[in-house]
Every structure is written in structure tokens, then in C-alpha cells.
């Protein structure tokens, strides 16, 4: 099968300094250089966005605004109400080495996630918690862990006013104020960490292990992100073969139950994802589809043309820790935050095992972007817009509003260790269904660092090749529609 892109299907992840920057604060080019990079940013949205038809005709459109402007003013407008499925997710970067580093893993950061929400009745008062921390990042050797509690930052208590600028503005040095549980109320401590964010690389796989339960073996799998291989060394392949190691260890120990932990995954490389998958699908002896790609019309007659109807087919992979014929059950834990790669996976195991989820709703991302950049040099901006829309094997795509979990559990107040029996989402997924489908509440969250990361949500294809810059360039030349 031909393979037209590295997928990747990312929602970012990590409380990323660099990845805070406001739209506002970019600062634009020189308004004599405007009409030239705004030709460039039209020629490559009438070649590739998804919904290329929609776009305003290039003579109506002003190419003097600046290329924020401008960029947006191409896009399929998305609404709630009126357009569903219009683009929630196409942006342009200035800084296209930073958005690659954070593809990989790698941005400045302090290394904890954390969500935020109210503490007090008013809706003014805000605490953050948090979530993980990422080994030897500078959070953990400041001495967070997960659960932890802060109610003031650089000595300014968090409110819905200022919250955003003092945790994602432009500081990189932070002093936290720890804050206690008394009763029903959050209040502050006197015990106060401050941690300075880095680049630091992440390692997805943050926790496995296997359990015995009614001797039954069960493996368990805490990944936060498909990721391929370090940003320093990107074609190593160190983190995908990280997991056919963990599975060939699932594999050795008879596990025939798996619980795959996305809660906190945003998506990834694509090629990481049919790897994942291909290590829990179950083989027919025959090519199984794990997800198939639609384009804009012209694109799509381009590519048919040339590589027929198969290309725009991805089959799993025959990998030799596999366990799929081994497994019994399969369970995914998730949650708002589960997006993209994440969902592909969901979606793209579905026809051929029961998958259950336990958790809250998955983000819904069923659409994919790719970075664009001026082969010249010459122009600075990066564009990420929408290109593919994916399905599985039997044509489904229907999570937009996100996947439904079968038992739904919320993450409470009192947060207990990854990993431990004792944490409601894993020890509902080991023991079983609770009563009335419903297990745990916890506060509802008014933000998170995950949603400050730049690339959250975003179904990233970061490979183009010669088969599309060739027909971005016919496509302009002979002005094909």
C-alpha cells in the first residue's frame, strides 16, 4: 500500500511555555511582504483543505490583510448551531521548529499537567491540580506529584480573571502555593514549590504493568502520547519499539485482558498508531484495513489516478508481540482529553474486537492537518489546515461530538496514584461495572494545560512528499479546479 503521510493525530499535551503563545502576540510581517506570503498561503489552501470548495474565490479575497487575517478568512467557518462540521482546527504558526519539536515531544516546559477549577460558589476562586508530572522534569525535581493542590501563582491567588496570564503567559519561572482540602473548601497552605520550565523531552509511556485478577492476567498501559521517537533523533524508532518491548512482555505473561490508559493522550504520529494497533488487533489471516483517507475532489481524483482506490487505505501491521488472538477483553480509559490518534485507535479497532470504554467522552477529532512551510526559506509562517477526513474499515467516522464511554467515571478531588488498584478508572476496569453505570464524580474542570497547548485536537500529517508538492504545483500552474 502506498503511504502519502506520516498520521499524525495530536492534541497537545503538555503545559508548553513556547506553545502559549497568543494569536495576538504574534508579531506580523512588514504590509508590503502581506500580498506575497498571502499568495502562498492561498495557493497551498486551494491545493490541499479539506474543504477547498468553500473557500472564498482568490479575486475576492483581501490580500493585504495580515496573514493571521487573511488565513482565517479562507476557512469553512465552524458553528455549533449552524455548522457543525465546519473547521474547528486549521491554524498558522510562525515558528514552525518549535511546532516540531512539540510533534516529538519536546517543548519548554515544567513537565506537570494539571486542570483547573473553581473553588468557590461564586465561580471567582480557582485551584489547579495535578494531573502527572513527567520523570526528572523540572516539576518532579521540584517535588510535585500527582494530586497536588495550588491556589496562588508568584504569590496572586488564581481567579477566572487572571488565571490565563499568570499560568500561560509568557513567564517561565513559577512559585506555587500549595493548597489544602478542609471540608468542602480549598484553602491555601503556607508550603510554597517554584520550578523554572526547560526543553525536556517526553517518554509516552508513562506506566505498565500486569495484574492478576481471579488469575486472570491483565496487562495495563498508561500512554500519553504517539510519539515515534525523540525530537533529537527522529527516526529511531526508540518509543515504537519501547512498546512492542511492553507488549512482548504482555505477551510472555498470558495477559488476556488489556486496559489501554488515554485519558490524557491528545494524539500522535500515525505510524505510532498503526503500531499500537497492530500490536492489540485481532488477525484474520487476511490485510485489515485499520483506517482509510478522504480528500478534497481534486485531490482525490489525483491520488486515485495515479495510485488507485487501495492508497488511500492504512492496514495494520503484522508485528510479532501481537496478542490480539489472546485477549478477551479489551478496555479503553478516557476522557475529554482523549483526541485524534487516540480516537483512531477506538474507531479503528471497532470492527474487528469489542472495544469498551470507561471514562468520560472523548474529544472528537476525525479530521487531519499537515505542515506546510515556503520551500524558499522565505516565508517564516507555518500553516497547519485541515487536508483528510478518516474512517475505518467499514466506512464509520461518526465521532465528531466524541466516543460515549460505556461506564462512566469522572476523576474526583482526592486523586489517587496511576497505577494503583485503588484509582477508580483502572480499579472499575479490573473489578468490573458499578452500579447504575456511574462510578466517582469530580469537579468539573474550567481549563487544563492540556488546552493550552497550541496543537491540541489536531490531527497532524507532518510528512508531505513529492506526490503532493507535485500536485500543488500542477494544480497552480494549470489552474486545475
Not at 495495563?220 to 515504537?240: A, H, K, M, R, W
Request: hydrophobic share 35%; glycine share 8%.
Amino acid at each position: 500500500m502506498r503511504t502519502f503521510f506520516s498520521l499524525l493525530i495530536v492534541a497537545g499535551l503538555w503545559w508548553s511555555v513556547s506553545s502559549c503563545k497568543k494569536d495576538s502576540e504574534v508579531t506580523p510581517p512588514q504590509t508590503n511582504q502581506n500580498p506575497t506570503i498571502n499568495q502562498w498561503i492561498y495557493e497551498q489552501m486551494s491545493s490541499y483543505y479539506l474543504w477547498e470548495d468553500k473557500m472564498p474565490k482568490q479575486a475576492a479575497t483581501n490580500t493585504s490583510l495580515n496573514p493571521e487575517d487573511y488565513f482565517s478568512s479562507l476557512l469553512y467557518t465552524y458553528s455549533a448551531t449552524t455548522n457543525p462540521q465546519g473547521d474547528r482546527f486549521s491554524f498558522l504558526s510562525d515558528d514552525a521548529t518549535a511546532l516540531e519539536g512539540e510533534l516529538n515531544g519536546e517543548s519548554v516546559t515544567t513537565g506537570m499537567q494539571f486542570r483547573l477549577f473553581y473553588r468557590d460558589n461564586g465561580n471567582t476562586s480557582i485551584a489547579g491540580q495535578v494531573l502527572y508530572v513527567l520523570k526528572g522534569s523540572p516539576a518532579d525535581l521540584a517535588g510535585f506529584k500527582r494530586g497536588d493542590l495550588f491556589t496562588r501563582v508568584n504569590g496572586q491567588a488564581l481567579t477566572a480573571s487572571n488565571y490565563s496570564s499568570l499560568l500561560f503567559g509568557t513567564a517561565t519561572a513559577f512559585t506555587f502555593t500549595l493548597g489544602t482540602v478542609t471540608g468542602n473548601s480549598i484553602d491555601d497552605s503556607s508550603v510554597t514549590r517554584s520550578v523554572t520550565a526547560k526543553s525536556f523531552q517526553e517518554d509516552p509511556v508513562f506506566l505498565d504493568s500486569v495484574y492478576t485478577v481471579n488469575s486472570k492476567k491483565i496487562g495495563y498501559l498508561v500512554y500519553n502520547q504517539f510519539i515515534s521517537s525523540p525530537n533529537s533523533n527522529n527516526t529511531s524508532g526508540e518509543y515504537d519499539n519501547h512498546l512492542r518491548t511492553i507488549f512482548g512482555k504482555f505477551k510472555s505473561a498470558g495477559v488476556s485482558q488489556l486496559i489501554l490508559d488515554l485519558r490524557y493522550n491528545p494524539g500522535g504520529s500515525g505510524t505510532t498508531a498503526i503500531n499500537l494497533a497492530s500490536l492489540i488487533v485481532k488477525y484474520t489471516g487476511t490485510k485489515q484495513v485499520f483506517y482509510k483517507e478522504e480528500y478534497n475532489s481534486a485531490l482525490n481524483q489525483y491520488i486515485q489516478s495515479r495510485y488507485g482506490t487501495d492508497s488511500f487505505n492504512s492496514y495494520f501491521a503484522q508485528e510479532g508481540n501481537n496478542i490480539g488472538n489472546q485477549l478477551s477483553k479489551v478496555t479503553i480509559l478516557t476522557s475529554g482529553w482523549t483526541a485524534s490518534a487516540s480516537e483512531l485507535i477506538i474507531n479503528g479497532l471497532k470492527p474487528y474486537m469489542t472495544v469498551n470504554l470507561i471514562g468520560e467522552t472523548t474529544y472528537g477529532k476525525n479530521v487531519g492537518s499537515t505542515t506546510l512551510t515556503d520551500d524558499t526559506g522565505k516565508i517564516k509562517y507555518a500553516l497547519q489546515p485541515i487536508i483528510v477526513k478518516v474512517y475505518n474499515s467499514v466506512g464509520q467516522s461518526d465521532y465528531t461530538a466524541g466516543f460515549l464511554p460505556n461506564i462512566v467515571v469522572s476523576e474526583p478531588l482526592m486523586l489517587q496514584a496511576l497505577g494503583s488498584t485503588a484509582e477508580p478508572m483502572l480499579k472499575t476496569a479490573l473489578l468490573g461495572a458499578v452500579m447504575g453505570g456511574r462510578a466517582e464524580a469530580g469537579p468539573s474542570t474550567v481549563g487544563s494545560s492540556l488546552e493550552r497547548k497550541g496543537i491540541f485536537g489536531k490531527l497532524i500529517m507532518t510528512e508531505k512528499n513529492t506526490l503532493l508538492k507535485t500536485f500543488s504545483k500542477e494544480k497552480t500552474a494549470k489552474n486545475i479546479n
